[in-house]
């Protein structure tokens, strides 16, 4: 009988593509996935922005434009890649503690007009 491999997603800071974190998924329920952080030197930089968008996101509602403020500060500043290393095109990421969670699409998103 054969282990399950576990499957390992990174999160890159985008300045460098130094791998800041990897996430080992154990779970999801799609479309979202949930994974344990395993850090990584730089990993304490960006966790700010993380927790910046966790605080807006209870206010979304109302203020979606401060979310999306933030939220794109968190995609200007890391990258995700897929298990075999190609980046993720589009990916709506949440970091709380040592737990991550996040969708993600193969296209990137259509822009408003």
Not at 96 to 104: L, Q, S, T, V
């Amino acid at each position: 009988m054969s282990e399950a491999v576990e499957e390992v997603w990174a999160l890159q800071r985008r300045s460098d593509a130094q791998t800041v974190a990897e996430f080992v998924v154990y779970g999801g329920d799609f479309p979202w996935l949930n994974a344990r952080i395993e850090p990584r030197a730089g990993f304490e930089e960006v966790r700010p922005l993380f927790a910046e968008v966790l605080s807006r996101l209870d206010g979304v509602g109302a203020d979606g434009g401060s979310w999306e403020q933030s939220y794109n500060a968190v995609r200007a500043a890391v990258l995700l890649r897929y298990p075999d290393g190609g980046e993720v095109p589009e990916f709506l990421l949440h970091i709380d503690g040592d737990e991550a969670w996040w969708r993600w699409s193969n296209e990137p998103f259509e822009e408003d007009s």
